[in-house]
């Protein structure tokens, strides 16, 4: 094949491009190259052509466009891992000359300079500035495929109601539906108009609507590719069948509200029903004879859906909520789904369960007088597992248990006996009502306000709810028809049901159950009352409403899928600290899982490792554990987990990971976990019993990568160092491996001793460090050793213990450095006694020796509630204890002694080349910087993760 075949087709490319984008002009569109307009057969042709033509060294410039076109059918078949490393191997002589990563790059500025081709955004198009331009341009490359297909299939029902809206719109709307997306995912939702033009193709393919932004070809081949996977295509069937349904049915409504004559500006029941089914709920939970409290937040997806300024709102702005602990929550943390939150202080009636970090004022009027807490008293009825649910302050059922509580006191009696409260701002009270009446239950519930009621039990029947958890309100799918079951005892001779202020009279025929079909509610709020009509002791019919009417509230919506707005009637709730933990961090314990549910069920932990597209390419079980699970259980857990080769080499190749929960009878829950992937990284595999270590480099540059290793017993010197290493084996006992070029960083910490290592070798190859520095740029060196190490992942079993150990020499010799030799003894000593009071009051005495150390003892008592996850609010805290001793009241100063003594793996790359002013700066300031870290030890490892943000 002669190059002037390449050359005939640069044309016919530059013909078919200048042809289409006259045409994309018109309508303000860009150009993709995967449109190109080729076969297969001819792909093949111009792949073949030329790696011919770069294999003899010839000019790639008057082919560029066939560059573009070849790149970007690398990018479409991208499998999320390794772009370049692919590239290179099926083209053979690519790397013969320096600076074609570059060469090809400007290709695509070309493109797109000339053919208004696309550009690409976004973070990941940043940190990875040359890949980005043929994967984007591959359009929905075939990792992202089965991505979008589970997200279609996930909000199938809330999509298909919008998919008939401006495409800008629907793009949006899908972008907000997407479970964790990767990063690139993420940034291909980014282009919002594209987007939604896709999804409607997906979800509509015999209709024309990507005509104008994708040729019909592109659009075939992408849909015929995504519908070659067999899980993706049943997503995909799924989500089509719901959105034809959807679609008909909406058509149905258009024109029953134009025969009604409905006015399209009058207020938006689907609205007001999400509005209702984010109220917050309070239960109770006895634990080691205590009742504690816990809030649970509805998920605000549904409310986020149908309106905008909600949706916009939450996205940007953190919460608190009342009562719990003090700490900002998560952007988006209110569209996660339902969450619980321990109380430990109940708030006041009348305010808000939710605080936001930002001012909207209509907003966050409307997101409070959603979320107001409710004045006292407060009833609960008591489950046999020892949980209780709120129900309403009215009637209470013979042969119940209730839990009572109240801002005053009561007075005791025999029906009602305080109980031990494990949350302040109220006092508990267990009210036992008796199967029998008695005239001192009368009074008892005379005095709180409660009558008795005979049984009168409502459910739906047939299908489950959307939401459970409240007795007063029931939520309900739109799409199918409703049939309550009531259940009564055998002395009930009807029951009238009144449902939005229309009345049917139901004869009970002697049954104890009956079954009332409502058929499809509107969408909205509908007002339900029950009332039952009992044989008086004459035979007479006897009405008796206040002993036996159930009202409450039925909320009909379009369901969220994937998500209830309520999650304590399963019981299982699982929560991380924080709450989007990474891989590496809850695989280390330095993040935690919690699972609460009924007492001494088994729990299984399983581990997923996810590539790219998704594919789980490791599944492993971690262990199991019986509920409730706290963070020590969770710590001991990961502590035995198995570090095999195979488990690493998998660790080192994923992209994300999965922890699943299985509760078994109650049902399974996930955690998705990121996996930070730099644009150079070490990849680990074994070779004939060695570890090997490969360069995976994904960068823009064009020089060789520099990488170097320290061993063990010396942390903080180069013992090895490489340029324009590909691959090495480890040598001796393994190490920190580092590799860098162009700015990017990553390492890992290899452990690999001989299979004989006598304890005299061991304990000699413990890390040794002089007792302290003596000048700023030794520090700032140290600093970074800090951060190579902290940074580094895991190889080999004991890798992470010596690791700590090497971290806990360093920061020795820091905080010797910067404090002094005694007050780093003062640390150490506190470490090993695991925060012993002892330990704490030498520090807190040492802080500032001869002086008052009653600022050190507020440090001490406030440690947990100073530290969040902005700096700005933690400096204006720790001013408040430092500044009225004139020990400081800078607070840039403040915040420089809070950076070095919470995150000194963050500081030399924050501060960058002014690192040694500021050390000499902070070593003159002493009292300070050992205040700063004494906030730092009394919170410990997992509690200062909310500063990695910093």
């Known amino acids: 094949m002669k190059s002037t075949f390449l050359e005939g087709l640069q044309a016919k490319l530059e013909r078919h491009f200048e042809r289409l984008a006259s045409e994309r002009r018109d309508v303000g569109l860009p150009l993709f190259a995967l449109e190109h307009g080729l076969d297969k057969e001819q792909v093949s042709e111009l792949a073949a052509g030329l790696r011919r033509h770069i294999a003899f060294g010839n000019r790639l410039n008057p082919i560029w466009l066939v560059c573009v076109v070849y790149a970007t059918e690398m990018g479409y078949n991208f499998d999320g891992e390794e772009y370049w490393q692919s590239f290179e191997r099926r083209t053979p002589q690519w790397k013969q000359e320096i600076g074609r990563r570059n060469l090809l790059r400007s290709f695509f500025e070309r493109f797109e300079a000339k053919f208004g081709g696309v550009s690409p955004s976004g973070p990941w198009a940043r940190q990875f500035s040359i890949i980005a331009w043929p994967i984007t341009h591959a359009v929905l490359p075939k990792d992202l495929q089965s991505q979008m297909a589970r997200t279609l299939f996930d909000s199938r029902n809330e999509i298909a109601e919008a998919a008939d809206r401006p495409a800008s719109v629907l793009g949006a709307l899908v972008a907000r539906c997407a479970e964790w997306p990767s990063s690139r995912f993420r940034n291909f939702l980014e282009q919002e108009e594209l987007t939604g033009?896709?999804?409607?193709?997906?979800?509509?393919?015999?209709?024309?609507?990507?005509?104008?932004?994708?040729?019909?070809?592109?659009?075939?081949?992408?849909?015929?590719?995504?519908?070659?996977?067999?899980?993706?295509?049943?997503?995909?069937?799924?989500?089509?069948?719901?959105?034809?349904?959807?679609?008909?049915?909406?058509?149905?409504?258009?024109?029953?509200?134009?025969?009604?004559?409905?006015?399209?500006?009058?207020?938006?029941?689907?609205?007001?029903?999400?509005?209702?089914?984010?109220?917050?709920?309070?239960?109770?939970?006895?634990?080691?004879?205590?009742?504690?409290?816990?809030?649970?937040?509805?998920?605000?997806?549904?409310?986020?859906?149908?309106?905008?300024?909600?949706?916009?709102?939450?996205?940007?702005?953190?919460?608190?909520?009342?009562?719990?602990?003090?700490?900002?929550?998560?952007?988006?943390?209110?569209?996660?789904?339902?969450?619980?939150?321990?109380?430990?202080?109940?708030?006041?009636?009348?305010?808000?369960?939710?605080?936001?970090?930002?001012?909207?004022?209509?907003?966050?009027?409307?997101?409070?007088?959603?979320?107001?807490?409710?004045?006292?008293?407060?009833?609960?009825?008591?489950?046999?597992?020892?949980?209780?649910?709120?129900?309403?302050?009215?009637?209470?059922?013979?042969?119940?248990?209730?839990?009572?509580?109240?801002?005053?006191?009561?007075?005791?009696?025999?029906?009602?006996?305080?109980?031990?409260?494990?949350?302040?701002?109220?006092?508990?009270?267990?009210?036992?009502?008796?199967?029998?009446?008695?005239?001192?239950?009368?009074?008892?519930?005379?005095?709180?306000?409660?009558?008795?009621?005979?049984?009168?039990?409502?459910?739906?029947?047939?299908?489950?709810?959307l939401g459970f958890g409240r007795d007063d309100l029931l939520e309900w799918s739109e799409q199918h028809p409703l049939m309550l079951g009531i259940e009564h005892d055998e002395t009930c001779e009807s029951f009238t049901l009144q449902l939005d202020g229309k009345s049917s009279v139901f004869p009970t025929g002697g049954r104890t159950v009956s079954f009332v079909g409502l058929g499809k509610l509107a969408v909205g709020v509908h007002q339900v009352t029950i009332a039952a009509s009992y044989r008086a002791s004459n035979g007479k019919a006897d009405v008796r409403t206040q002993a036996s009417q159930r009202g409450f509230s039925i909320v009909v919506r379009s369901p969220v899928s994937g998500t209830s707005s309520r999650v304590h009637a399963p019981v299982l709730v699982v929560a991380t600290d924080p709450h989007e933990p990474n891989l590496d961090s809850i695989m280390s314990g330095a993040a935690a899982c919690t699972v609460h549910g009924?007492?001494?069920?088994?729990?299984?932990?399983?581990?997923?490792?996810?590539?790219?597209?998704?594919?789980?390419?490791?599944?492993?079980?971690?262990?199991?554990?019986?509920?409730?699970?706290?963070?020590?259980?969770?710590?001991?857990?990961?502590?035995?987990?198995?570090?095999?080769?195979?488990?690493?080499?998998?660790?080192?190749?994923?992209?994300?990971?999965?922890?699943?929960?299985?509760?078994?009878?109650?049902?399974?829950?996930?955690?998705?976990?990121?996996?930070?992937?730099?644009?150079?990284?070490?990849?680990?595999?074994?070779?004939?019993?060695?570890?090997?270590?490969?360069?995976?480099?994904?960068?823009?540059?064009?020089?060789?990568?520099?990488?170097?290793?320290?061993?063990?017993?010396?942390?903080?010197?180069?013992?090895?160092?490489?340029?324009?290493?590909?691959?090495?084996?480890?040598?001796?006992?393994?190490?920190?491996y580092v590799v860098s070029v162009n700015g990017h960083r990553s390492s890992v910490v290899v452990n690999a001793p001989p299979a004989k290592l006598s304890w005299d070798d061991w304990r000699h190859s413990a890390p040794k460090l002089s007792a302290h520095l003596t000048c700023a740029q030794e520090v700032g060196e140290l600093l970074c050793w800090i951060r190579d190490w902290t940074d580094a992942r895991l190889v080999g079993p004991l890798a992470e213990h010596r690791r700590n150990s090497v971290l806990r020499e360093m920061h020795r010799q820091l905080v010797a450095s910067m404090c002094d030799v005694a007050w780093s003894r003062l640390e150490l000593n506190f470490l090993d006694s695991s925060g012993s009071i002892e330990a704490q009051e030498s520090l807190e005495a040492s802080v500032w020796r001869g002086h008052n150390p009653s600022f050190a003892i507020g440090i001490g008592r406030n440690a947990r509630s100073i530290i969040t996850d902005s700096l700005d609010e933690t400096c204006e805290k720790f001013l408040q204890h430092v500044g009225p001793y004139s020990i400081c009241s800078d607070q840039r100063l403040c915040k420089l002694a809070l950076r070095m003594a919470v995150a000194p793996h963050r500081f030399a790359d924050w501060a960058g080349s002014g690192a040694c002013a500021q050390i000499d700066e902070l070593v003159n300031k002493k009292t300070l910087l050992k205040a700063a870290r004494l906030l730092a030890l009394l919170n410990g490892p997992r509690r200062l993760l909310a500063a990695q943000n910093w």
């Open 197 to 465: 033009h896709i999804t409607r193709a997906l979800l509509f393919p015999d209709d024309d609507d990507l005509g104008a932004v994708l040729t019909a070809k592109t659009q075939a081949r992408i849909i015929a590719d995504l519908e070659a996977s067999w899980e993706a295509k049943s997503w995909l069937r799924e989500a089509r069948k719901v959105a034809g349904e959807v679609r008909i049915r909406l058509m149905f409504r258009r024109a029953a509200d134009v025969l009604k004559g409905r006015r399209p500006d009058g207020p938006d029941p689907r609205e007001s029903a999400e509005v209702a089914c984010v109220t917050p709920k309070v239960l109770m939970r006895n634990q080691a004879g205590k009742w504690q409290a816990f809030v649970e937040i509805p998920t605000f997806a549904g409310w986020a859906r149908s309106n905008q300024g909600i949706d916009g709102f939450i996205r940007r702005s953190r919460c608190k909520v009342a009562g719990g602990e003090d700490i900002w929550r998560s952007k988006r943390w209110l569209l996660f789904g339902a969450q619980q939150c321990r109380v430990l202080e109940l708030p006041n009636a009348g305010a808000s369960w939710l605080r936001f970090e930002e001012w909207e004022e209509g907003t966050v009027h409307a997101i409070d007088d959603a979320c107001r807490v409710q004045p006292k008293p407060w009833l609960f009825k008591v489950d046999d597992d020892g949980c209780a649910f709120q129900a309403k302050w009215k009637n209470v059922q013979p042969g119940s248990k209730y839990l009572v509580i109240h801002s005053s006191m009561y007075e005791e009696c025999e029906h009602l006996s305080p109980v031990p409260m494990d949350v302040r701002g109220g006092f508990g009270y267990l009210l036992s009502v008796p199967a029998q009446a008695t005239d001192s239950l009368s009074k008892c519930l005379s005095l709180l306000g409660l009558s008795t009621a005979k049984m009168l039990k409502v459910w739906p029947a047939g299908l489950p709810p």
């Open 598 to 736: 009924p007492r001494g069920m088994a729990v299984d932990f399983h581990l997923k490792l996810l590539s790219g597209s998704g594919d789980a390419i490791h599944s492993e079980f971690l262990g199991t554990l019986a509920l409730p699970v706290n963070q020590s259980d969770w710590g001991q857990l990961v502590k035995r987990r198995d570090h095999a080769d195979v488990v690493n080499e998998a660790y080192f190749k994923a992209n994300a990971g999965l922890l699943v929960v299985d509760a078994h009878a109650l049902g399974k829950a996930s955690v998705a976990l990121k996996h930070a992937m730099s644009p150079v990284r070490w990849h680990v595999s074994r070779v004939s019993k060695r570890v090997r270590l490969s360069v995976v480099d994904d960068t823009d540059h064009s020089h060789p990568v520099h990488a170097y290793r320290a061993c063990f017993q010396r942390p903080s010197c180069i013992s090895d160092s490489w340029d324009g290493v590909h691959e090495l084996d480890v040598e001796g006992d393994g190490g920190l």
